[in-house]
């Protein structure tokens, strides 16, 4: 069962304009979420992560939104950039296990 | 369709000893993937395999290894375990190799080392 899903495969943005990637999750005993980039042959890279605690973490362009009520969140990046492109997954936890989504492919062009 | 099945879920071994888990892909995926998930360094690539053969490799010491089978099941074994190696240990599995596309993991395999 995917507990963690993201819905939309692909995003196309112009440089420079803001970039939202979404994730939803069904279970509500996740407590943790994070979100990767995954570059082509490479593993994914730990980008930003926030706590259910928390509705918002911002790291420089990066920020997560949490909405826990509706079980989700979102990615948002601000300006995009061509160097952004790239495959950003989703994941969850609550303490034990860890769920990912299955990933969103994002073009960023000049 | 069915997802991507990691068996077994969880793992207890001893410190010397060897252990192999396993991954099997989403029907038709071809490229299978093995990382490792630890509090301390977050999520870290082990290797992928596409059709059977290895094609990139993470900065993991050779007691890592893995293989892919003809039917693109693939293998992971660890030996000579260190306590380091407890871990969550997910594969995902995709179409075609370097994931440039959608990849989906599974649920992951818990391994303790005491």
């Known amino acids: 069962d995917q507990q963690v899903k993201q819905n939309s495969p692909s995003l196309s943005v112009q440089e420079g304009r803001i970039s939202i990637l979404n994730c939803d999750y069904t279970?509500?005993?996740?407590?943790?979420f994070l979100w990767y980039k995954k570059y082509p042959a490479e593993g994914p890279t730990f980008l930003i992560s926030?706590?259910?605690?928390?509705d918002k973490n911002e790291d420089g362009r990066f920020t997560v939104f949490l909405n826990k009520s509706a079980k989700h969140l979102s990615l948002h990046i601000v300006p995009s950039q061509p160097g952004d492109s790239a495959v950003y997954f989703c994941?969850?936890?609550?303490?034990?296990?860890?769920?990912f989504g299955a990933g969103t492919r994002l073009t960023v062009k000049p | 369709k069915a997802g991507v099945t990691q068996t077994p879920r969880y793992l207890i071994k001893t410190r010397g000893q060897q252990v192999t888990l396993s991954c099997s892909p989403i029907?038709?995926?071809?490229?299978v993937s093995w990382y490792q998930q630890t509090p301390g360094q977050g999520l870290q690539f082990l290797f992928e395999?596409?059709?059977?053969?290895?094609?990139n490799k993470g900065n993991f010491p050779g007691r890592f290894s893995g293989r892919q089978f003809s039917n693109s099941r693939s293998e992971m074994n660890v030996s000579t375990l260190e306590l380091g190696d407890s871990a969550l240990y997910l594969c995902?599995?995709?179409?075609?190799?370097?994931?440039?596309?959608?990849?989906?993991f599974g649920q992951g395999t818990r391994l303790t080392v005491v």
């Open positions: 995902a599995s995709s179409l075609v190799v370097g994931q440039d596309t959608e990849a989906f």
């Open positions: 279970n509500s005993m996740f407590d943790y």
């Open positions: 926030i706590s259910s605690i928390k």
């Open positions: 994941a969850a936890s609550d303490g034990d296990d860890m769920r």
């Open positions: 029907s038709g995926h071809r490229s």
């Open positions: 395999y596409f059709s059977e053969t290895q094609r």
